[in-house]
């Protein structure tokens, strides 16, 4: 079952520079910590983004590792979460879903 994040303000000019560099690279991908691990959710399902009170993007999921950290080559960083979802296959909607954020995490409702 596919859910949905938000992307926090502070890191809007970080996943500008990810996504960038994702599209320029065959067979890269990028990844998104989470706290908890959703039950409902398996590789093939979608993770949809919420970016300044809309959707308009998702990928599909195609690994989930659990009490891991993975390093980001773009900024540098390590995150470290009970959850690592490894993301690819980007899609832009031309149709965007007005969304409040939320932390964490919620299953798509729509």
């Not at 659990?66 to 979460?81: A, F, H, L, N, P």
Request: charged residues 30%.
């Amino acid at each position: 079952m596919d859910i949905v994040v938000t992307l926090p303000k502070p890191e809007h000019e970080n996943d500008d520079r990810k996504t960038e560099a994702f599209l320029k690279n065959d067979g890269s991908y990028q990844f998104w910590k989470l706290g908890i691990c959703p039950t409902k959710l398996s590789v093939g399902d979608r993770v949809h983004f919420i970016r300044q009170g809309w959707i308009g993007s998702s990928m599909r999921v195609f690994d989930i590792k659990g009490d891991s950290e993975q390093g980001c080559d773009v900024t540098g960083r390590i995150w470290k979460g009970r959850t690592i979802l490894y993301l690819g296959d980007l899609q832009y909607y031309e149709d965007k879903i007005k969304a409040k954020g939320f932390r964490s995490f919620r299953y798509k409702w729509w």
